[in-house]
């Protein structure tokens, strides 16, 4: 299982901010259709089995955030693309691995974390935030199964479509709503534990935030045209399999 950032710079365009995805399964729809449609040649290399993703990440900070003014300024765990998505959001990004936000959270040195609700309770964070800020357009997390491509073309025809027939039941059975299943668990136990507040933001509000991460979307778009990369028609893709599965599941 791949999650490794930089061996597949196309597919990073199903990670970036500015899409909205209802839940996981939507999110991994999005991603296994895409990239399918997509078949760019950083995956050509090697068979790739099954791609799922995480779904939407959340904002679980310990004071409110209604808006960009409350989040200006705000200390908030993040790390990698999540950094950049913070900071041009007017946070102040803290790195840090998951396994040290509690202690950071409990003594202040940050004020919350932008991660999938399953660390809520996984992690214990939900003992200590208050609010969650509902961002289903900023963080999306994929993970990728592949399988050597001499080792997979070993495989008889009959064999290969019997894995992929396999494959394809337990994405739709098990994988593409693995995170939601989890999530559920975490954000309910949060609620009962800590008594956490649910912030929807406003329609507007929400078209602030992904107004002030689109540059992240169009920097992309340059970085993979001066790689011969096809941004822009990911992108494209990416809204167009969006749309049609957040209506399938909402």
């Not at 609700?117 to 214990?124: D, F, G, S, T």
């Not at 003992?127 to 900023?138: A, K, Q």
Request: aromatic share 10%.
């Amino acid at each position: 299982m791949l999650n490794n950032r930089g061996r597949f710079p196309l597919l990073e365009s199903f990670e970036l901010p500015g899409v909205i995805y209802n839940n996981s399964k939507v999110a991994s729809k999005v991603a296994w259709e895409g990239i399918q449609l997509l078949n760019p040649r950083e995956v050509q290399d090697s068979k790739l089995m099954m791609v799922f993703a995480t779904g939407p990440c959340h904002l679980f900070t310990i004071r409110p955030v209604r808006n960009l003014f409350d989040l200006k300024g705000m200390e908030i765990r993040g790390t990698g693309l999540n950094a950049r998505i913070l900071k041009s959001l007017g946070a102040v990004p803290i790195s840090m691995p998951q396994s040290d936000t509690y202690e950071a959270l409990l003594s202040g040195v940050v004020k919350g974390n932008l991660s999938p609700p399953e660390v809520l309770k996984e992690w214990n964070q939900g003992e200590l935030v208050e609010y969650l800020t509902y961002t289903p357009f900023l963080y999306n997390t994929l993970f990728f199964f592949n399988i050597n491509l001499d080792i997979w073309n070993s495989f008889s025809p009959e064999l290969q479509e019997i894995i992929m027939e396999v494959n394809e039941k337990i994405f739709e059975e098990v994988v593409m709503d693995l995170w939601d299943k989890q999530n559920e668990i975490a954000l309910q136990w949060a609620i009962e534990k800590n008594e956490i507040e649910i912030i929807s933001l406003s329609d507007e509000e929400l078209n602030k935030w992904i107004e002030q991460v689109k540059p992240i979307q169009e920097d992309f778009i340059q970085e993979m045209k001066s790689k011969n990369l096809p941004g822009q028609e990911a992108l494209q893709v990416i809204n167009e399999l969006s749309n049609k599965y957040n209506q399938q599941y909402k």
